[in-house]
């Protein structure tokens, strides 16, 4: 992760952070969500949210059509 990205661990999962914007949170048991608003941000934020969440922005979009990913407003 760069400087601007970040893990922010909590009692229930982990964040991935990018410009101290909430992206993502990958809970300990349970399934991601995503922030609804910032999730796309950037060019630079998608790629470190694939890598936090090893996948492509393809495959996160298939998650989310289906319903395995949430949307929420993590911020």
Not at 40 to 67: C, P, V
């Amino acid at each position: 992760m760069r400087d601007n990205q970040l893990k922010l661990f909590v009692e229930g999962g982990v964040y991935f952070v990018s410009y101290g914007v909430k992206i993502a949170f990958r809970p300990w048991n349970g399934n991601v969500v995503l922030d609804r608003a910032k999730w796309d941000y950037s060019r630079t934020t998608s790629k470190y949210r694939n890598i936090f969440l090893n996948e492509s922005t393809k495959e996160t979009e298939r998650k989310i059509a289906s319903g395995e990913y949430q949307l929420a407003d993590l911020n």
